[in-house]
């Protein structure tokens, strides 16, 4: 059984570009959410994905966007990026999107906004 | 407003040296409480669900209980591969996980 995988592992960009980060979910899990960690706090919740469709979302701008695929692999899509985006992005998938069951994360993407 | 907060923000302990992280929380009925493991640069790792007060769970070294108010994570008898930073986290009013910031826990031989 292959655990969440995210790409790519480290990424270097400019204020006011654009990234995207890729989430592959564990076989069998149709949620996948999307966590923003900056160093020393624990992750923020920016938005959840069910079945292809958004299923809530945290305190975070437009320009945090996202997809899910039929497949349940999932991208976040950040526009104008800002210094602030700098962060550890998480993915977490689960079988379910009932907020009590169990997340398993992903090894995270380091993002550095210069 | 919901609010999860973990203490002490760092512990220090030598091997074998038993000690209790806190996590408090409040959050309007509560549906979940999890404990999570991170190492450096990785993902958390799942390691507990609560669900009611009174509930207690144990794994190897480390059991987690809950009260109405808070949940206390027991490490036993720690080794330096219990080093990692401890994240509890609670499902809030708008039914999503809200993390604490963690208690980086660094055990020495």
């Known amino acids: 059984e292959t655990g969440v995988t995210q790409s790519p592992t480290h990424l270097i960009k400019t204020r006011g570009q654009q990234v995207t980060l890729r989430c592959s979910s564990q076989?069998?899990?149709?949620?996948v959410s999307w966590y923003q960690q900056a160093l020393g706090q624990g992750p923020q919740f920016i938005f959840q994905?069910?079945?292809?469709?958004?299923?809530g979302r945290g305190n975070f701008p437009p320009r945090f966007s996202g997809l899910q695929f039929p497949n349940y692999s999932s991208e976040l899509n950040v526009n104008a990026l800002e210094l602030d985006d700098s962060a550890l992005y998480l993915c977490?998938?689960?079988?379910?999107?009932?907020?009590?069951?169990?997340?398993?994360f992903g090894p995270g993407t380091r993002l550095t906004v210069l | 407003e919901d609010q999860v907060t973990q203490s002490p923000e760092a512990l220090r302990l030598q091997e074998g040296e038993s000690s209790s992280l806190n996590c408090s929380y409040t959050?309007?009925?509560?549906?979940?409480l999890f404990w999570y493991r991170q190492d450096p640069g990785k993902g958390p790792e799942f390691l507990f669900t609560?669900?009611?007060a009174g509930e207690e769970k144990e794994k190897e070294r480390l059991k987690a209980t809950l009260t109405k108010k808070e949940s206390f994570l027991h490490i036993t008898a720690p080794k330096p591969e219990d080093s990692a930073t401890y994240l509890c986290?609670?499902?809030?009013?708008?039914?999503?996980?809200?993390f604490g910031a963690g208690t980086q826990v660094v055990v020495t031989p």
């Open positions: 977490a998938s689960s079988l379910e999107s009932s907020p009590d069951t169990e997340q398993f």
């Open positions: 076989s069998g899990h149709n949620t």
């Open positions: 994905y069910y079945r292809e469709e958004e299923n």
């Open positions: 959050v309007s009925g509560l549906r979940g």
């Open positions: 609560l669900y009611s």
């Open positions: 986290a609670v499902v809030d009013s708008w039914g999503k996980l809200q």
